[in-house]
């Protein structure tokens, strides 16, 4: 399977610029960016494209180091949590670390084939354990990693290595934990709004890998919390998107349609 690119933001792009400009200074032409023509700058693109896909293919081993780089941040988070447990100064530099290390994970949405390794080396297990984390930018972080692992569009390119990753997080008991993360985020905040869409958005993603994953939304609390955020006078997106995954949910799954019922959904 090729490497995918994943799609560059506001703030990716400000890096790509630098990172043009930098290349551009270091070419033979000893020309600026600013001074050269648009065929040197669109050379020069490609060129910086070749750089970063080649350094973006991964393999085996590169993931189990990934896992195991993950997991140590993780613990040595933990251990200065529990031993300076009133001292937040004291762990917060291992937390910026672990959120780093989070973020690095990324690269794995555009290796889909090597999910079953990152399922192998316990990765999966790891980054849902992290949801559960006290530090929000944490669990957003991990939302944000779990929404790009479950696109669509990579569960559909790869399907037998995304039903691995479907499986595992299903052994993971995900959709009680993403029920969890959806009671502790507070709508007010933008950042963790976003992330809560991004948390309906994974159960979307699962529901669409696997139809029959759709009866999981009652069983652990998912079809309650969605009912109950409908209930809420003021529209925004959000709740629109509570309303389109409530329909996708019953149209998945027959108990669940007769289950609305018992519970006084309809």
């Known amino acids: 399977q090729p490497a995918r690119t994943l799609k560059r933001g506001v703030d990716a792009d400000d890096d790509y610029e630098h990172m043009l400009k930098r290349k551009a200074v270091e070419a033979p032409v000893r020309k600026t960016y600013e001074e050269m023509t648009d065929e040197e700058r669109l050379a020069l693109v490609m060129e910086l494209d ?11 081993s590169a993931v189990k180091k990934m896992v195991g780089n993950l997991e140590r941040k993780h613990g040595k988070n933990q251990e200065l949590r529990i031993k300076h447990s009133d001292q937040p100064e004291r762990f917060m530099e291992s937390e910026i670390e672990l959120h780093v290390e989070i973020g690095n ?19 999966i297990k790891l980054i849902v354990s992290m949801l559960t984390h006290t530090n929000s930018d944490i669990v957003l972080g991990v939302v944000d990693l779990l929404h790009e692992l479950t696109d669509p569009d990579i569960l559909n390119e790869a ?67 969605i009912l109950t955020r409908l209930k809420v006078r003021s529209f925004d997106p959000n709740k629109l998107y509570c309303s389109e995954l409530l329909a996708v949910l019953l149209q998945s799954s027959t108990s669940n349609r007769a289950e609305l019922g018992l519970i006084e959904g309809i």
């Open 159 to 225: 399907l037998d290595e995304g039903v691995i990753l479907v499986q595992a997080l299903v052994k993971c008991q995900i959709m009680s934990v993403l029920v969890q993360v959806l009671e502790t985020l507070d709508e007010k905040n933008e950042d963790e709004s976003k992330g809560l869409h991004n948390v309906l958005g994974i159960a979307e993603n699962l529901v669409e890998a696997d139809p029959e994953l759709a009866h999981l939304a009652f069983k652990h609390g998912l079809l309650v919390w």
């Open 50 to 60: 070749e750089d970063k896909e080649g350094g973006e293919e991964m393999d085996e």
């Open 105 to 123: 994970c990324m690269v794995l949405a555009t290796q889909p084939h090597l999910y079953p390794t990152l399922v192998q080396a316990g990765g």
